[in-house]
């Protein structure tokens, strides 16, 4: 349907009047027209967020850039740009698909209408309701090359509305929103870190902050409309195994209009992407040390019943069929890894029988190969009554355990954190240790935080005091030797729902623990993707005994970096890529002696 007509008001005075009346400002509804009855494209941007003309009536002439069917109109630019590098020389167009004139890229056009600011406020597009549009001829169409990022994130208006081309080199830093709204997130300046990873939250992380937003764009592909049939600009116009895209992938020579709408500046694509770099698939990474010890998170495992039924279940899979293919994902991640002991987050809280996700997992793995002395550790009821639940898995030739397991449901373990499982190992003819599985509360369902849970708004988002409090209660817990067995050293590992730098995890360390992946020296390292932000949610820490036997750590970045696509929905059953949506860590250490 289109939209109905503005009418176009003309306002003309007699010689004579308009010789003795002295000039006085144009009615709300006009503009006084420059040279030749028209007014620029560049007048009508002007040079801040919105249109100095909003509200006014104007004729312009331009060419038409892109057609945008998908978002509901056309962009236009100026036939000649002025000299002012402040405004930009393109407008959008609203119009409805059968409008008439049709019109395409190339048109030079004649348009009647009134200004406006369309989409959110803050981050509107510029645009003119048109009441006429005439076709007056052809017009040359040539994108503006940008090679650098603007000096500031606002300064991408003055590009708004415009066809331009990223030179790039230009990063892919998240893949999250390509399946379901066509989308990648891009920097200019390589692979971009959640501040919070890097620095303190304050004015550090804030700096970062402001850095990331400078040097971010969305690319999008000209449709407003979820779960697109094909990617039409990628090759082939889908994702496949030999092109996943991953996170770190490079795009050069890149070309769209510069579009803002959903409270960002993003690229609308007008041609597909015809220079990319693909980000390898990392080969599995190797430890040194006698034993290696992985962390895992498992993306919400949920076998239903356990017998087949009971999909879609609370929060894991849908169907058994997903379910499957998950598992058989995780198995494959776990028998590449090749630990001698696993730490695992996110298993469904459903008991230890033969019927729970636990065990049915640990069957897996013996059944799938190439060893079969996998067991489990038996927390007894629970740990907890969270939907979700931590668990330890071991092979049974490689680690002895100690004692009984221990767990801790006091304080904020009681019904946010999620209920820390320790238990104690002997490898070999080492000296026992005790390896601890943590899954701190998340940085989700704010509109539950209350008091210092509230987000601050400093790059540690809500339930920050309720992390904290788990920190300090983990380290109390552990001083008091909770599995009784006087162990030689403890490790923490596991999903704590905080970056590196943020309060929980410097309070660890204040209380003596050790960051493994400092201790090994990795350089940045991550293990998650989230808004096109880098870093570590899970993290391994060891205190003083451990220490001195630490080996080698690592990341296997299967996951974080992996599309959406390639997960246990519609992914390949048999391998690794995005079982999960966090990457797995490894550990190596001498243990046996």
């Not at 020579?253 to 690229?267: A, K």
């Amino acid at each position: 349907m289109s939209r109905r007509p503005f009418p176009l008001v003309v306002l003309f005075a007699p010689l004579l009047l308009a010789a003795c009346t002295p000039p006085g400002p144009a009615p709300l509804d006009t503009v006084v027209a420059e040279e030749g009855g028209l007014v620029t494209v560049a007048r009508i941007q002007g040079s801040g967020e919105r249109s100095p003309l909003e509200g006014r009536q104007v004729v312009v002439e331009a060419v038409v850039v892109a057609p945008f069917g998908g978002l509901g109109g056309v962009f236009v630019q100026s036939l000649v740009p002025d000299d002012d590098p402040a405004t930009s020389e393109g407008l959008f167009l609203p119009r409805s698909r059968d409008a008439e004139p049709r019109l395409k890229a190339g048109d030079h056009v004649r348009i009647t209408g009134t200004v406006v600011e369309t989409g959110d406020d803050g981050a509107t597009l510029t645009a003119v309701e048109a009441s006429t549009v005439e076709r007056l001829g052809r017009a040359p169409v040539t994108p503006q090359r940008v090679s650098a990022a603007p000096a500031s994130a606002g300064d991408w208006e003055r590009y708004e509305g415009m066809l331009i081309t990223l030179e790039g080199p230009l990063t892919v830093t998240s893949n999250e929103d390509l399946a379901r709204y066509g989308e990648l997130r891009l920097s200019f300046d390589g692979r971009l870190f959640a501040p919070t990873e890097l620095a303190p939250p304050g004015t550090a992380a804030q700096a970062i902050a402001a850095e990331n937003t400078r040097l971010s764009l969305r690319l999008d592909d000209g449709r407003s409309a979820r779960d697109p049939d094909r990617l039409w600009f990628l090759p082939g116009e889908s994702l496949d195994p030999a092109r996943p895209l991953r996170v770190g992938s490079v795009l050069r020579d890149v070309t769209g209009v510069l579009d803002q709408r959903f409270g960002s500046h993003r690229l609308q694509l007008t041609a597909p992407l015809t220079h990319i770099e693909q980000a390898p698939r990392p080969p599995v990474p190797v430890v040194a040390g006698d034993r290696r010890i992985a962390g895992f998170n498992l993306l919400n495992l949920f076998n239903g019943d356990g017998r087949g039924g009971g999909f879609p279940t609370t929060r894991g899979a849908a169907t058994q069929a997903d379910f499957e293919r998950q598992q058989a994902k995780l198995v494959a991640t776990v028998q590449a890894l090749d630990p001698d002991l696993a730490a695992l987050m996110e298993l469904e809280n459903d008991g230890f029988g033969p019927e729970s996700s636990l065990a049915g997992f640990v069957d897996a793995l013996n059944d799938a190969g190439p060893h079969d002395d996998w067991r489990f550790v038996d927390a007894g009821q629970g740990p907890g009554n969270d939907a979700l639940r931590v668990g330890m898995i071991y092979r049974a030739s490689r680690m002895a355990p100690v004692g009984k397991p221990a767990v801790l449901a006091e304080g904020p373990f009681r019904d946010r954190s999620r209920v820390p499982l320790a238990q104690a190992f002997r490898a070999g003819r080492g000296p026992v240790f005790v390896v601890v599985a943590n899954h701190f509360k998340s940085k989700g369902g704010c509109a539950e935080a209350k008091g210092g849970d509230v987000d601050r708004r400093d790059g540690q988002a809500c339930f920050n005091a309720t992390r904290v409090e788990s920190a300090r209660l983990l380290t109390a817990w552990l001083a008091k030797d909770p599995t009784r067995t006087q162990p030689a050293g403890h490790l923490l590992v596991g999903d704590f729902n905080a970056y590196n730098q943020e309060d929980p995890m410097r309070l660890l360390r204040s209380q003596g623990w050790q960051d493994a992946f400092a201790q090994m020296k990795l350089e940045r390292p991550y293990s998650y993707v989230y808004q096109g932000l880098s870093g570590r949610l899970d993290h391994a820490l060891v205190d003083a005994g451990l220490a001195a036997r630490l080996r080698g750590a690592a990341e296997w970045h299967a996951n974080a970096d992996e599309a959406p696509s390639f997960d246990n929905r519609k992914g390949t059953a048999g391998d690794p890529w995005r079982a999960s949506d966090h990457d797995p860590l490894l550990l190596g250490f001498d243990l046996a002696r």
